[in-house]
């Protein structure tokens, strides 16, 4: 457009300086602004009047970089010539120079009123459409100026610029065919089209269909950048080794192509991260700085190595950094939000959720991560029901209902309501209890939470009726990186048959619980508890685990189970209380989604030791699934089995399966941060 314009201004020129102006004519067509600047400032100094050359000296001006100077050149020459069509256009496009769109779009509108014929003034009012982001109406009218002149090169590539940026405006409302059928467009304009091939890519990576998106990336000219896309999807995939073989491969192809390095180096440690290869990744990072110097990308690599090892408060402080040299930043912002959910302050994690969505408006990431933070704030309504028999032919139902309101999400309170009966069918006794319990949540700081509830057991059997208090408190903690600390008190009614409620014994529980996590998937848990019962007796109980996480999606984890477990009073005709109790068990626990559905699965056997006695054989198995209608409504289903020794006796055999149902109540959290 620039150089029609020039032309535009070469022809109208009717005087006889024209030959004299030859020479800037051409610096104007070659790019050469500095000297055009400098040759038509000469003419000027003769002729200060002539128009031809305060229009050549204005674009000279602006496409040097002096846009203001320009506009303000052209608002002059405007002013003597007030009619004139061709410095109406040149005042129109040094608003354009200077992102004054707005004002550009109503000159150009006038234009094009006045002729629309006009090339320059059409394919002008489109860009200018176009960079108000209307690509609608810029679409329309750079077609328009392509019938006027069919096939010019400055309107098919404004054209395709605005299919980019309509695509992306799409994108972001999740309208995939339209972005498709849009950078569709521009590759039959444009073969190969680097930048439409990879908007295509990215449309197919964020819709989720990743065999499209790996064709794409596959197709393209530069195979480091194919490799680098073709990693990132392999990671979606949940298939990270192999997104670690692809960003190695795309390393060594870069090693000759400096501009594609950087690219590659960045993907080779992300896909490091994602194998939990921390140490090698740090190693690379610090190699790259050393190399590079410090810059956002190495930041951003830094901040998403803490997060995936657990150092959260580290992780916040490399984003904080991206952030103090660029505000605007995607990644400092989403990053920083995530941190600080992860750190467990949700309201800067929405915050900064908020900020990323005021320069990034309706990005999915940003959205999600407010949805999911609103879910979790929103008064809730959680019910389950079970059925639950013995190989004493004992049987039980139960049902229970818990109500949980955040006032902020620093406090939360909760109201129980619970109601089991219980029948030993060979004997024919009863008993059922009820609780009512209410509770509530208070952090203190970060990860740092007080827990209690506090309540009343209403129990009937067959030769007892009575009504006791229950309650707990907790303080639950990460006191280091990857680590869980849990201490609390609760004290409970022993209810598991109908002779035991009769008894009326309440546990009183000290427990610590404390569970260590490491970068290289090995993870040790430990429980302690004493318990004083209201019978005088005691009981101490020690569970370990030691466990290795194989995959993480789905998660698998297995490991080995120990508990030992003694009572200072042996009372076998009203409860299993021995001296000495211990089982040793191999376990394995599946969790995991598959689109709508979440569920678990744990299977553990070994062989548990009751006093001197010969080792029994030990099995447990518990299966849960769940599906979400939405994010506010979920069903769930679950079973489990187990022949561990219980508060009854050894050789007991357990089975319960039951029902639950979540449901968020009302349009969203209680109170705004």
């Known amino acids: 457009m620039k150089k029609l314009v020039f032309l535009i201004i070469v022809l109208i020129s ?3 300086y024209a030959q004299d102006m030859s ?3 051409t610096y104007l067509e070659t790019g050469k602004y500095s000297e055009a600047q400098e040759f038509f400032a000469t003419i000027l100094e003769s002729y200060p009047n002539n128009k031809t050359a305060r229009l050549c000296y204005g674009r000279a001006l602006g496409l040097n970089g002096h846009t203001v100077q320009a506009k303000e050149l ?3 020459l405007q002013a003597d010539y007030l009619t004139d069509f061709e410095v109406s256009l040149n005042v129109a496009e040094s608003l354009l120079w200077n992102k004054d769109y707005e004002d550009a779009k109503t000159m150009y509108v006038n234009l094009v009123q006045q002729d629309s014929t006009s090339f320059p003034a059409t394919l002008g009012y489109a860009n200018t459409l176009s960079n108000l982001k209307e690509y609608d109406n810029a679409l329309l009218y750079v077609n328009k100026a392509l019938v006027i002149l069919p096939g010019n090169a400055n309107a098919m590539v404004s054209r395709k610029y605005m299919r980019l940026g309509k695509a992306a405006q799409v994108l972001v409302f999740q309208d995939y065919k339209t972005a498709i059928a849009l950078l569709e467009q521009n590759l039959q304009d444009f073969p190969n089209d680097h930048d439409s091939t990879m908007s295509l890519a990215n449309v197919y990576v964020t819709s989720q269909d990743f065999e499209k998106a790996n064709a794409v990336y596959s197709s393209l000219e530069n195979p480091v950048t194919g490799l680098i896309g073709q990693s990132l999807v392999a990671h979606l995939m949940r298939k990270d080794k192999n997104a670690l073989e692809l960003a190695t491969k795309a390393t060594e192809l870069a090693q000759n192509d400096s501009i594609k390095m950087m690219d590659s180096q960045e993907r080779y440690v992300q896909a490091l991260i994602w194998n939990g290869k921390y140490k090698q990744a740090r190693t690379h990072i610090d190699s790259l700085t050393d190399q590079l110097g ?14 995936y090892t657990g150092k959260i ?12 040299k660029d505000s605007t930043s995607f990644t400092g912002n989403l990053g920083i939000a995530n941190a600080y959910r992860g750190q467990g302050n949700l309201a800067r994690a929405y915050e900064y959720a ?9 990005q999915k ?3 999600a991560l407010i949805g999911i933070i609103d879910n979790s704030l929103t008064p809730s309504v959680n019910t389950t029901a079970a059925y639950t028999r013995d190989n004493g032919d004992n049987e039980a139902y139960g049902a229970s209902i818990n109500t949980t309101i955040p006032f902020s999400d620093r406090f939360t309170t909760s109201l129980n309501y619970s109601y089991r009966t219980t029948e030993n069918m060979t004997q024919g006794n009863m008993a059922n209890n009820t609780n009512i319990v209410l509770g509530s949540k208070y952090r203190i700081k970060n990860n740092t939470w007080i827990e209690n509830t506090v309540g009343f057991t209403k129990a009937d059997a067959d030769t007892n009726s009575y009504t006791d208090v229950n309650g707990s408190i907790f303080l639950k903690t990460q006191p280091f990186a990857l680590q869980n600390l849990e201490i609390g008190y609760s004290r409970e009614l022993q209810n598991f048959n109908a002779a035991l409620i009769d008894e009326k014994i309440f546990l009183n529980n000290y427990m610590l619980n404390y569970n260590m996590g490491t970068t290289f998937n090995l993870g040790w848990y430990t429980g302690l508890m004493h318990t004083q019962q209201t019978d005088g007796n005691s009981r101490n109980l020690l569970f370990t685990s030691l466990y290795y996480t194989f995959t993480k999606s789905p998660a698998l984890k297995g490991g080995i189970n120990y508990q030992y477990l003694s009572y200072a009073e042996q009372i076998p005709e009203q409860y299993f209380s021995p001296s000495k109790y211990q089982a040793v068990e191999a376990f394995l626990d599946l969790n995991g989604t598959a689109g709508k559905w979440n569920y678990n699965a744990n299977v553990a056997g070994g062989y548990q030791f009751v006093e001197n006695d ?12 769940t599906y979400s209608f939405s994010p506010r409504l979920q069903l769930g289903a679950y079973g489990k089995y187990s022949n561990i020794a219980s508060a009854t006796a050894a050789g007991f055999e357990f089975t319960e399966v039951g029902i639950s149902l979540r449901l968020l109540v009302g349009k969203g959290k209680l109170f705004q941060f």
């Open 313 to 324: 408060n580290k992780s916040i402080d490399y984003y904080k950094a991206i952030l103090a």
């Open 365 to 367: 990431d940003a959205k």
């Open 294 to 307: 410090t810059n956002s990308r190495m930041v951003a690599l830094s901040a998403s190595l803490s997060m």
């Open 354 to 362: 908020q900020i990323t969505l005021s320069y990034y408006p309706e």
């Open 614 to 625: 010969d080792a029994t054989t030990l099995l447990r198995a518990e299966a849960r699934a």
């Open 14 to 16: 009717a005087t006889s």
């Open 23 to 25: 020479a800037g004519f």
């Open 74 to 76: 052209f608002t002059k």
